[in-house]
């Protein structure tokens, strides 16, 4: 396994939204956005199991997704400052990422509605007897919808290679778990109990959640459904670049540092002898960052005639 | 009556907090509203204030406005809350084909006095899933009353009649004019959830409107030449329409403008022109409505400013109509993007 390439790519994530981050607090930027800080390594450690011809679909968090899959930064960007060339050509914004080109199939805000969506795509395969496997990725909170359960039933009765990932960062905007759900509330039982394959992985280990997103992914193709549930850490607020400190519960900004997946990798990498390549990666992936902000800064807005483009095709 | 400027935002949570000191059967529901801030600060402090009456729920829409519409069928007095209409939409059954339907399909004697209160979200960079104008969708309901507050003041009296009332009051609420200030009574006090307001009289022309169209025409007044005479109907209600009072206004102008920031198809005031067709208002030339364009709003800054009809664009609109020269005014970055954030 390659851990400075997955190093890179939640390095690049990381990079990404941090000076986006910066960006928002310095200028106007008008597109509602949710940032990924926190969370790399569950984006990367199951897109490093998938395939060329598979297909991702994300939430309103979905830049780490979009990036982890291998989506184009400058279009991202761009699609962000509402240019003519981002990803959506400007329409969506940071809550509609997509590049079909490397099976990212896009990302939607409404929450829970993608997974079936996510099942369709799956469904094609099947059907088409392609091959190839479906990875959704939602929210402990959109795990809540009544369509993400009929989704796991429906998925299983059809044998839909869809795998869920489902980011458990223990809040949907600031309320906690315990606030949402019964104290004996458990995952593990209501998806084993539709007959689905479940795990449990620690979502700010990148080896963790590489390993168990393998075996899921195998059973997958093999035609069994799967949820993976992944216990992680979102570092920023809910939707802002901001802070929000005083709603934490066991997530402190202490214990967020100590448990950060990027610097539990960076460490081992360390540990391995090659700080100086560590070193050069990051400066690198960080001028190749800046460079795409200026890219999509100095690019055109769409034209007003766009307006009424694509409604249909 | 003692008034002082208060936000649109803060008039909604002062109804709501006298609501429910008066009423023990009501209690809120919907997502965050027990937060320090919650719902955009309409419900703020209100859950420490009334223990176990303001809760918080899980992301399930659809379960929680269900059992909202069976708590009221039992005698309780729900306010739901959505943060933005397209969240609503998964209980569209529970609100649609339930509420709406309970007392009629049952032969009466079956009241559900439920008030759901969704946030419209025209705001900068929301984009095509958070900013649907379904304005219409909701007035096409038999059983709903539907009603749109313009202003702060507005805000409190609907809200106030809303949970007074024994049937399913949906208040439609456009996030763009949160940040409206306006002259408020303190004291509780209601206004019609079925009367137009006829804001301002006029000669020329009639124009009917509402929500953030309605503050767009009020922003329009203040360009047009001075000797136009405009009278402002701001329609309040969507379910049931008070034609009576626009006809009264047209059949006096004998010109109609309609102003919302909806698609234009099946639209609002389509339906407005249209009763006045029926009813053989006499006009002195075609009315006309604005909206937004058949497309949904993008999200990039360059589209939206294009996307909904701006003072310019109505002034513009009202003069063609009058047969007076169009006004030139370039609107900036503010005007065109930020919530209007005046005292009325
Ligand atoms: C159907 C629906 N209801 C409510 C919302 C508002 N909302 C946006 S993000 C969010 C929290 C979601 O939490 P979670 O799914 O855990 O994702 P996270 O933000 O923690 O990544 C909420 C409630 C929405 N987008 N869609
Ligand atoms: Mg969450």
Redesign the interface.
């Known amino acids: 396994m390659d851990l400075l390439g997955a190093y890179r790519k939640m390095f690049l994530i990381r990079a990404a939204e941090e000076e986006l981050a910066a960006l928002y607090l310095r200028e106007?930027?008008?597109?509602?956005?949710h940032f990924y800080v926190g969370q790399e390594a569950i984006a990367v450690g199951v897109c490093d199991q998938l395939k060329e011809e598979d297909r991702v679909m994300g939430n309103h968090r979905s830049h780490g997704h979009y990036l982890a899959r291998g989506g184009d930064l400058k279009a991202m960007v761009c699609e962000l400052l509402?240019?003519e060339g981002?990803s959506?050509k400007?329409?969506?914004?940071?809550?509609?990422m997509i590049d079909k080109s490397v099976g990212f199939v896009g990302s939607?805000?409404?929450?829970?509605?993608v997974t079936p969506l996510a099942a369709g795509t799956a469904f094609e395969r099947k059907y088409n007897n392609t091959g190839g496997v479906s990875v959704v990725f939602i929210g402990d909170?959109?795990s809540?919808?009544?369509v993400v359960y009929e989704t796991m039933n429906l998925a299983g009765l059809y044998k839909l290679p869809l795998l869920i990932v489902i980011e458990n960062n223990l809040y949907?905007?600031?309320?906690t778990l315990s606030?949402?759900?019964t104290a004996g509330y458990d995952v593990q039982k209501v998806v084993e109990g539709i007959g689905l394959n479940y795990r449990r992985a620690d979502g700010n280990d990148y080896h963790d959640v590489a390993a168990k997103a393998g075996e899921l992914i195998d059973g997958v193709r093999a035609g069994t459904p799967a949820v993976l549930e992944c216990i992680t850490y979102r570092h920023m607020a809910h939707s802002a670049p901001i802070m929000d400190e005083s709603v934490r519960k066991e997530d402190t900004l202490d214990v967020r540092k100590e448990k950060d997946a990027l610097k539990r990798v960076r460490d081992e990498l360390i540990a391995q002898g090659d700080q100086a390549g560590i070193e050069a990666a990051e400066s690198q992936i960080k001028a190749h960052v800046l460079d795409a902000i200026s890219f999509a800064q100095a690019a055109p807005?769409?034209a007003?005639e766009?307006?009424?483009t694509h409604?249909y095709e | 009556m003692s008034e002082r400027i208060i936000k649109y935002t803060e008039a909604l949570k002062e109804a709501a907090d006298q609501m429910l000191a008066q009423d023990p059967k009501m209690f809120i529901v919907g997502l965050g509203v027990s937060y320090k801030n919650g719902a955009d600060g309409t419900t703020a402090g209100l859950a420490q204030k009334y223990p176990g009456r303001v809760l918080d729920t899980p992301v399930s829409e659809n379960a929680v406005t269900g059992m909202a519409v069976g708590a009221a069928i039992n005698g309780l007095h729900p306010l739901v809350h959505h943060g933005r209409i397209e969240f609503a939409l998964l209980a569209a059954d529970p609100m649609f084909t339930q509420a709406a339907k309970w007392n009629y399909m049952f032969g009466g004697g079956n009241p559900v006095p439920i008030v759901l209160r969704i946030n419209v979200g025209r705001q900068w960079g929301n984009g095509p899933q958070h900013t649907q104008s379904l304005y219409a969708m909701f007035g096409s309901v038999a059983g709903l009353k539907v009603v749109v507050p313009s202003t702060p003041k507005m805000a409190k009296g609907l809200l106030v009649a809303a949970l007074k009332d024994k049937n399913p009051v949906v208040l439609l609420e456009p996030r763009w004019l949160f940040q409206l200030k306006e002259n408020v009574p303190e004291e509780m006090y209601d206004v019609p959830l079925d009367k137009a307001r006829v804001v301002k009289e006029g000669s020329d022309i009639t124009v009917v409107s509402y929500g953030d169209g309605f503050v767009a025409v009020l922003e329009a007044l203040e360009l047009l030449p001075k000797d136009v005479s405009v009278e402002l109907i701001d329609m309040v209600s969507l379910s049931p329409i008070d034609h009576d009072a626009i006809a009264r206004s047209v059949a006096k102008t004998g010109r109609l403008l309609t102003v919302d920031t909806t698609t234009p198809a099946f639209n609002v005031g389509s339906e407005v022109i249209a009763e006045v067709a029926r009813r053989a208002v006499v006009l002195k030339g075609a009315p006309q409505s604005l909206s937004c364009p058949l497309v949904p709003c993008p999200t990039s800054t360059a589209l939206t400013a294009e996307y909904y009809p701006t003072k310019v664009d109505i002034v513009g609109t009202i003069c063609k109509m009058l047969g007076k020269p169009a006004i030139e005014r370039e609107l900036s970055f503010e005007e065109l993007h930020l919530p209007p954030g005046r005292t009325l």
């Open positions: 106007k930027i008008m597109s509602f956005v509402g240019k981002g959506s400007g329409k969506g914004g940071s809550m509609h939607t805000p409404i929450l829970g509605s909170g959109a809540e919808e009544g949907s905007v600031n309320t606030e949402r759900r807005y769409p007003k766009s307006l009424y409604l």
